[in-house]
C-alpha cells in the first residue's frame, strides 16, 4: 500500500508520490484522463494539486486512507461540491469504506451541510455506487 510514502521536499519527490497516491485511490484511468485532457491552462492546477493534495497531505502518517476518505466525502458534501464527489466515492470504496459507511457520512454531513446538499450527494453516490458494483460484476 503507497500509505508508507514519505515525500521529501523536493517537489520532484512530492510530485511523484502525489502520483502514486492519486492513483492508488482515485484509479489509474481517472489520473491518466485527467492529467492528459489538462489543457496548458489547467495543467499548472493538475501539477499542483498532485503535489500537494496528494504528495504533501494524503501521503502523510495521520490518518489511514479510510478515514480522509470519509472526510473528504463529507467536506464535498458540505461545498456542495458534487462535481468531485463521484471520483472519490470511488476512492473511498477503493480505501475500503463500504455502501453503508458512505451512506451515513452522507447522513453525518446532511446534519452539518443541509439537506439538499446531502440529497444531491447522495444521487451522485448512489449512481457511482452502481457503476462501481457493475464494474465489478
Request: proline share 3%.
Amino acid at each position: 500500500m503507497t500509505e508508507d510514502v514519505t515525500p521529501t521536499d523536493a517537489p520532484a519527490d512530492l510530485y511523484e508520490a502525489g502520483l502514486a497516491m492519486r492513483k492508488q485511490v482515485l484509479g489509474a484511468d481517472h489520473v491518466e484522463r485527467s492529467l492528459a485532457n489538462a489543457s496548458d491552462f489547467g495543467r499548472p492546477i493538475q501539477e499542483l494539486v498532485t503535489e500537494y493534495c496528494w504528495g504533501k497531505v494524503w501521503t502523510r502518517d495521520g490518518l489511514q486512507l479510510r478515514e480522509r476518505s470519509m472526510l473528504n466525502l463529507a467536506m464535498l458534501t458540505v461545498l456542495n461540491r458534487g462535481h468531485e464527489l463521484s471520483a472519490h466515492v470511488r476512492g473511498a470504496v477503493r480505501n475500503g469504506l463500504s455502501t453503508s459507511e458512505i451512506r451515513e457520512v452522507l447522513l453525518q454531513a446532511a446534519i452539518y451541510a443541509g439537506v439538499p446538499a446531502a440529497l444531491e450527494s447522495v444521487r451522485i453516490a448512489e449512481k457511482t455506487l452502481a457503476a462501481v458494483d457493475a464494474e465489478q460484476a
